[in-house]
Structures are given as structure tokens and as C-alpha cells.
């Protein structure tokens, strides 16, 4: 078990198929727990929701980002809210850029949780920098964020608190 305030970048470690992408599946309400139960505690209401019920208030990137960027792409063109974008060639992205698109996308939501699987993947040191310096600004303004990462030096440089997965356990 485990507990994630708001205001704190915590970075999950393990190795893998330790189970992180689970968790955050668990957490974002993707998948339900087998056994146990897990529970958001909302900070400006006084009361507790399931992960299924925690749409409008968490966002997901998970390590697979082609999903998204496809869905964005068809918001995006459904309500018109972006022009002068041109999406057909965003599968044919780098990963690193596809990987950075997703997580502005993701961000812009403004929503209070971000759950995040592996969300350097593919990125350059600049890049890298961005999205460390973007969750630790997003954290000052009191998101909780949750990272599933292999990347030490990232976890080291830009989380505020580590969680490590080791036989099974936190």
C-alpha cells in the first residue's frame, strides 16, 4: 500500500515487469483490483472515489502514446479548437516526439493527478529537462504526479519522493 499527496512528484522504480504500468492502470481506473481496494481522496472536497470514477480528475500517459495522439487528433478536428495543425503526419514522428507531444497534451488537460508511464521514453537531454521542469512547476501548483520509470537519473533529478517495486512489494 501506498499513499501520493498532492504537491509530490513520485517516481516508481522496479524492474521489468515489476508491475508499474499495472499499477497505473489500477490508479487511472483502466483495470480493477483482483483483491483490495484503492481510493482518491479529493483535496478541495472532503470525500473519497473509486479510480473508476476518476475521469475528471486524472490524466494518463501511458507508455504507448500512438492512442492518444489519435484521439487528440480526432478531438482536435471534431471541435476545431487547434488550426493551422497538421496531424496526418504525427505517426510518422519520432518516438521522443510522439512521447512529447503526448505529455503537452496530457498536461493541458489541467487536470489535479497525472499518472505517467515511462514519459521520457525516446527523449534527448533537452527534452528530458522540459518535462522534469514542467511536472516540478505542475507540483508547485499542488498535482500530485505519479512516474513509472527505469530512468534513475530523472527519478533522482526531478522526484520528490521514490517507490520501489521489489518482489511484488512497494
Not at 8 to 31: A, E, R
Not at 86 to 98: A, K, T
Not at 142 to 158: K, L, N, P
Request: contains cysteine; proline residues 5%; glycine residues 8%.
Amino acid at each position: 500500500s501506498f499513499t501520493a499527496d498532492y504537491g509530490q512528484i513520485v517516481m516508481l522504480m522496479g524492474q521489468s515487469g515489476s508491475g508499474k504500468p499495472t499499477i497505473l492502470d489500477l490508479l487511472s481506473g483502466l483495470l480493477t483490483p483482483q483483491f483490495g481496494s484503492i481510493r482518491w481522496h479529493l483535496r478541495d472536497k472532503r470525500r473519497t472515489v473509486p479510480p473508476s470514477k476518476s475521469f475528471s480528475f486524472v490524466s494518463y500517459l501511458p507508455q504507448d502514446v500512438r492512442p492518444i495522439l489519435n484521439l487528440s487528433a480526432g478531438e482536435i478536428f471534431a471541435t476545431s479548437s487547434l488550426q493551422n495543425t497538421d496531424f496526418h503526419d504525427r505517426l510518422d514522428q519520432s518516438i521522443g516526439q510522439q512521447q512529447l507531444e503526448a505529455f503537452h497534451l496530457i498536461v493541458r488537460q489541467q487536470k489535479p493527478v497525472l499518472l505517467l508511464d515511462e514519459p521520457t521514453q525516446g527523449l534527448d537531454a533537452i527534452a528530458i529537462t522540459e518535462v522534469g521542469q514542467t511536472l516540478q512547476d505542475l507540483a508547485l501548483q499542488g498535482y500530485c504526479i505519479i512516474v513509472s520509470t527505469h530512468d534513475q537519473e530523472f527519478c533522482a533529478t526531478w522526484g520528490t519522493r521514490m517507490m520501489v517495486i521489489l518482489s511484488g512489494e512497494i
